[in-house]
């Protein structure tokens, strides 16, 4: 990775491409029209197939704070992230998805947080926004309360009701020194590292403001059905235990961290593999009921699963033991309430 030195600019944004150029003039510019300007955007060109290169070039040749990877092999997100880390030159990083944009004053707002409070991560609302229907939402995923929390406070929310990778600023040594690399060539990338990033950092804050617009109305696996890619969830979730384990972290919330597993590895699957998809993905449903008890054992006695209404718990039970059945009842359903 390279050096940061005094001449390095605070912030590295990080931006994977593919086949975005349809995006590329709102998301670019929306990082070039900042009110905070000591910043690099370092867009990975993951094999586009279209005129992505060919746009991010011109943005480059204009602006010197525009730095490219072209890569001629399609990595995915997490490959595309890792490669331009491994070049950035900030003190901070933020993520931002190349069909998504940043709110104008973004930059300025968390490094002004980073700095005043010694902050390692910086979270932050966003925006959820549908060009074609007009639609746009406030999504404070943290709650409406969360810039009140700190600490150990701030982490249990965290874990409670996760953020988004790309809904937080980093000091990039909380990426770099604890190894935490997005694994490659896989969906749901994010799932593997983007707490264990959030919780090692040192006093986490909480901006009261949308600062991220995240588009919600084109393709995207983790919205498709039938798509295999789906169950890439499940070594997601074991990866992110292990690097908790391995970090130290999980001591402290194991019962929050146990139970954000539960749902992220065996739960999720679960429903997924059968209203995801036209025929029940019964063998995924049966790795990870095995796996389940590996990982967490006597995951039933969890707290917080113990504290889930009655109803939920006999539904995941249910859904479990007979996916077959319950697919069933569920196609049947559909077709009378079609009529």
């Given at each position: 990775?390279?050096?940061?030195?005094?001449?390095?600019?605070?912030?590295?944004?990080?931006?994977?491409?593919?086949?975005?150029?349809?995006?590329?003039?709102?998301?670019v510019g929306s990082v070039l029209g900042q009110s905070f300007s000591d910043f690099e955007l370092i867009c990975f060109n993951d094999a586009s197939s279209d005129r992505s290169i060919?746009?991010?070039?011109?943005?480059?040749?204009?602006?010197?704070?525009?730095?490219?990877?072209?890569?001629?092999?399609?990595?995915?997100?997490?490959?595309?992230?890792?490669?331009?880390?491994?070049?950035?030159?900030?003190?901070?990083?933020?993520?931002?998805?190349?069909?998504?944009?940043?709110?104008?004053?973004?930059?300025?707002?968390?490094?002004?947080?980073?700095?005043?409070?010694?902050?390692?991560?910086?979270?932050?609302?966003?925006?959820?926004?549908?060009?074609?229907?007009?639609?746009?939402?406030?999504?404070?995923?943290?709650?409406?309360?969360?810039?009140?929390?700190?600490?150990?406070?701030?982490?249990?929310?965290?874990?409670?009701?996760?953020?988004?990778?790309?809904?937080?600023?980093?000091?990039?040594?909380?990426?770099?020194?604890?190894?935490?690399?997005?694994?490659?060539?896989?969906?749901?990338?994010?799932?593997?590292?983007?707490?264990?990033?959030?919780?090692?950092a040192r006093n986490p804050v909480k901006i009261d403001e949308a600062l991220y617009n995240y588009r919600f109305d084109n393709p995207s696996v983790t919205r498709s059905s039938n798509?295999?890619?789906?169950?890439?969830?499940?070594?997601?979730?074991?990866?992110?235990?292990?690097?908790?384990?391995?970090?130290?972290?999980?001591?402290?919330?194991?019962?929050?961290?146990?139970?954000?597993?539960?749902?992220?590895?065996?739960?999720?699957?679960?429903?997924?593999?059968?209203?995801?998809?036209?025929?029940?993905?019964?063998?995924?449903?049966?790795?990870?009921?095995?796996?389940?008890?590996?990982?967490?054992?006597?995951?039933?006695?969890?707290?917080?699963?113990?504290?889930?209404?009655?109803?939920?718990?006999?539904?995941?039970?249910?859904?479990?033991?007979?996916?077959?059945?319950?697919?069933?009842?569920?196609?049947?359903?559909?077709?009378?309430?079609?009529?």
């Open positions: 990775m390279d050096v940061c030195n005094e001449n390095s600019p605070l912030v590295s944004v990080i931006m994977p491409v593919y086949n975005a150029e349809e995006y590329l003039q709102e998301s060919d746009i991010l070039r011109t943005f480059a040749e204009n602006d010197n704070r525009v730095r490219i990877i072209d890569s001629k092999v399609n990595v995915r997100q997490g490959g595309g992230r890792n490669r331009a880390m491994g070049i950035s030159r900030g003190r901070y990083i933020m993520f931002l998805d190349a069909d998504d944009t940043l709110r104008y004053d973004a930059l300025e707002k968390c490094t002004n947080a980073a700095l005043a409070s010694d902050a390692q991560c910086v979270f932050f609302d966003y925006s959820r926004f549908s060009p074609s229907s007009g639609e746009v939402c406030r999504v404070a995923q943290l709650g409406e309360d969360a810039s009140s929390l700190h600490g150990d406070e701030l982490r249990r929310r965290v874990i409670e009701r996760t953020a988004p990778v790309w809904s937080v600023m980093y000091e990039r040594t909380v990426i770099v020194d604890n190894g935490l690399c997005f694994p490659e060539g896989v969906f749901y990338e994010d799932n593997a590292v983007a707490l264990a990033m959030q919780l090692s798509n295999i890619g789906f169950f890439d969830r499940i070594d997601s979730a074991v990866m992110l235990l292990g690097h908790l384990k391995r970090m130290g972290i999980y001591p402290q919330f194991p019962e929050e961290i146990d139970f954000l597993f539960i749902n992220q590895y065996y739960v999720h699957t679960v429903f997924g593999a059968i209203y995801r998809f036209d025929r029940v993905q019964a063998d995924r449903i049966r790795q990870v009921r095995c796996g389940i008890c590996r990982y967490v054992p006597l995951f039933r006695r969890n707290r917080y699963y113990r504290s889930q209404p009655l109803v939920r718990r006999i539904k995941i039970e249910t859904h479990t033991r007979f996916p077959h059945i319950i697919k069933f009842l569920s196609n049947i359903s559909r077709r009378f309430r079609s009529k």
